[in-house]
T-cell receptor, first 107, second 115 residues
Framework: AQRVTQPEKLLSVFKGAPVELKCNYS??????LFWYVQYSRQRLQLLLR??SRESIKGFTADLNKGETSFHLKKPFAQEEDSAMYYC?????????FGSGTRLLVRP | GAGVSQSPSNKVTEKGKDVELRCDPI?????LYWYRQRLGQGLEFLIY????????KSGLPSDRFSAERTGESVSTLTIQRTQQEDSAVYLC?????????????FGDGTRLSIL
């Protein structure tokens, strides 16, 4: 079955600390993976996608097919990174979302 | 418009009533998606439309749920004989076309509460 798992509901770090939000997936085939973010009182929006191999707002995510993971990382967290983060898998054009991780960056 | 627009933003209704939720996609976007998000959970795919192709209804949870789209514009999601488990935020998204390389742009959602 196709599935996305985000094991942490809440991740709390201090400003300047490294951040890693975990995402594991189950998919038969070549996966297309995304990270979406929802800041307080804003809409859900795309943060980055693995096919672009880009860094957005200092975040990167590497697809590891061996470990079926797509963890989101940032070396130095900022307070404005506090938000809800969702990992998503494209499955025949529809997205399968994980349950999300709330990142709280403390001053 | 500037983005995906959904209405109403909030809807409270009694169990057993029918509800209709509306989504206006970004102009020119041929693909439109509906998702449901229950409290504390991730988004759950319901249905998508792509141009004039038959919609993918594989995520609709029961025959009480239906959706229509007029051409490449407005879509309505209808829930008949609502149940308490239908309480959720219903999100609409659009993209320029279906495909993993096309980001989905989300609306603010409709928060549905069934009493």
């Amino acid at each position: 079955a196709q599935r996305v798992t985000q094991p942490e509901k809440l991740l709390s770090v201090f400003k300047g600390a490294p951040v890693e939000l975990k995402c594991n997936y189950s998919y038969s085939g070549s996966p297309e993976l995304f990270w979406y973010v929802q800041y307080s009182r804003q809409r859900l929006q795309l943060l980055l996608r693995h096919i672009s191999r880009e860094s957005i707002k200092g975040f990167t995510a590497d697809l590891n097919k061996g470990e079926t993971s797509f963890h989101l990382k940032k070396p130095f967290a900022q307070e404005e990174d506090s938000a809800m983060y969702y990992c998503a898998l494209d499955s025949s054009y529809k997205l399968i979302f994980g349950s999300g991780t709330r990142l709280l960056v403390r001053p | 418009g500037a983005g995906v627009s959904q209405s109403p933003s909030n809807k409270v209704t009694e169990k057993g009533k029918d509800v209709e939720l509306r989504c206006d996609p970004i102009s020119g976007h041929t693909a439109l998606y509906w998702y449901r998000q229950r409290l504390g959970q991730g988004l759950e795919f319901l249905i998508y439309f792509q141009g004039n192709s038959a919609p993918d209804k594989s995520g609709l949870p029961s025959d009480r749920f239906s959706a229509e789209r007029t051409g490449e514009s407005v879509s309505t999601l209808t829930i008949q004989r609502t149940q308490q488990e239908d309480s959720a935020v219903y999100l609409c998204a659009s993209s320029s076309r279906v495909g993993g390389d096309q980001p989905q742009h989300f609306g603010d959602g409709t928060r549905l509460s069934i009493l």
